[in-house]
């Protein structure tokens, strides 16, 4: 079992920046890949952005250029430094791990973009 938990969230002007943290604990050793996905009010669930062990990354392309994920083994961290951001990306933000092919994500943080 591994536990997350995000940190990070909150309201932005549009053209804003945030930072998204998420500490895994548990069993964390067999971890493979970590990202966030976003669950957008009346959306469907998306995978934002990913990281894998080797540090392979992965982007939605509505995020692509603007979004910037990173993570920190030696602390089993993920990070999320989102730039330039938008009124629609405006959603929970849910920290994620991958073991195989079971996903597991934290409770969320909710990042709200307006003016």
């Known amino acids: 079992q591994v536990q997350l938990v995000e940190s990070g969230g909150g309201l932005v002007q549009p053209g804003g920046s945030l930072r998204l943290s998420c500490v895994a604990s548990g069993r964390t050793f067999s971890i493979n890949y970590m990202g966030w996905l976003r669950r957008a009010p009346g959306k469907e669930r998306e995978v934002v952005a990913s990281?894998?062990?080797?540090?392979?990354?992965y982007y939605a392309g509505s995020v692509k250029g603007r979004f910037t994920v990173s993570r920190d083994n030696t602390k089993n961290m993920v990070y999320l430094e989102m730039n330039s951001l938008k009124p629609e990306d405006t959603a929970v933000y849910y920290c994620f791990i991958q073991v195989g092919i079971t996903r597991s994500w934290g409770q969320g943080t909710q990042v709200t973009v307006s003016s």
């Open positions: 990281i894998s062990r080797s540090d392979d990354t």
